[in-house]
C-alpha cells in the first residue's frame, strides 16, 4: 500500500472518528447553569473543547486504522467473503 493511500485512508478514518466522538461529554449552557446570549440556541454547547475532541479522534482512528490495516496485509476478510449473491447462488 502506498504511503498517500494510507494518508487518505487514515484521514477518513479521523474524520469519521471526530464526528463519532464529538458528542461525548458535552452539556448545554442549561445543563451546567451557565448565562446564554440572546439569540443563542437551546441547543449549543457550553463545554465545547476541540482539543479534546481531536485527542479522541486521533486514537480511535489510530486504533480502526490499525485494524484495517491488519486486515489488509492479513486478507482475514476479503471481497469474496461479502460476496453473498454468489454464496446464495443468485
Known sequence: MRWTSIVAIYSLFWV??????????????????????????HSAPGNFRPKRVAIRATILAAILFGLYYANYVNQWVTIDDLDYARKLGV
Request: charged letters at 20%; a negative charge; hydrophobic letters at 50%.
Open 16 to 41: 469519521f472518528a471526530a464526528f463519532l466522538v464529538m458528542p461525548f461529554g458535552i452539556r448545554t449552557h442549561d445543563e451546567l447553569g451557565m448565562g446564554k446570549v440572546d439569540g443563542q440556541a
